[in-house]
């Protein structure tokens, strides 16, 4: 089994629906974090949480909110899609002992609103 | 403005010959810097970082990375490319403040047989 998993892997969905992409990990650690992918934008940070009490905006969090309901989960929220919010989204866990930055990520969540 | 840079959006190379990805970054101070790589269909993987101390470091797969602090740039190299290492290349920085990495735009890197 991955150590970060993502659910659903792919979602097609219309515009002005709530979607929900959630994020399981087993690695044990306390960061993690929302990345959203764009062809020729790279990655880009929505919101990253170091533990269930301390939850933080990225870059690009209009349109997004998040809960972390336990150490192990995360979830991504889209309270009424836009067709612009159709990429590839990851979800990323570190843990600083590990060294500053070093991200495990999960295999991510393609979305499509249409 | 804070930023990093790779200037190649895609290479073509042939396997088995060399390889070098480019990285700038823009920040008043050394940050942290990564590379990552992107197989088709997967999440990222860490190649390689550097943190501080030699300025050459080595990474998984037979990859390296050299910083250069005059250029502010940290390239990517492999001496000798397989058909496996197709895939996209992402190159990142820590400006230090340990709480989030900004990723360049990505190299789509091509083999050829």
């Known amino acids: 089994d991955a150590d970060v998993t993502q659910t659903p892997r792919n979602r097609i969905t219309k515009t002005g629906k709530r979607i929900m992409l959630e994020c399981s990990q087993t690695?044990?650690?306390?960061?993690m974090y929302w990345y959203r992918q764009d062809p020729g934008l790279g990655l880009r940070l929505i919101y990253y949480?170091?533990?269930?009490?301390?939850?933080n905006k990225g870059e690009i969090s209009d349109g997004y909110s998040v809960s972390r309901q336990a150490q192990a989960k995360f979830s991504l929220s889209l309270e009424s899609a836009i067709p612009n919010q159709t990429a590839l989204y990851f979800c990323?866990?570190?843990?600083?002992?590990?060294?500053?930055?070093?991200?495990?990520f999960g295999e991510g969540s393609r979305l499509t609103v249409l | 403005a804070q930023s990093v840079t790779q200037p190649d959006i895609h290479i073509t190379v042939s396997e088995g010959a060399s390889l070098e990805l480019r990285c700038n970054y823009s920040?008043?101070?050394?940050?942290?810097l990564f590379w990552y790589v992107q197989s088709p269909g997967q999440g990222l993987q860490l190649l390689l970082k550097?943190?501080?101390?030699?300025?050459l470091v080595q990474g998984i797969k037979g990859f390296e990375a050299e910083f250069k602090r005059s250029q502010s740039s940290f390239n990517l190299r492999k001496p000798s490319v397989h058909w496996s290492d197709a895939a996209e290349y992402f190159c990142a920085v820590d400006p230090g403040s340990a709480r989030q990495l900004t990723f360049g735009s990505g190299t789509q890197l091509t083999v050829l047989p």
């Open positions: 920040y008043g101070a050394t940050p942290y």
């Open positions: 990323a866990t570190s843990d600083p002992g590990q060294g500053v930055g070093e991200l495990f």
């Open positions: 690695k044990g650690h306390d960061r």
């Open positions: 550097y943190f501080s101390g030699d300025t």
């Open positions: 949480s170091f533990d269930v009490k301390d939850i």
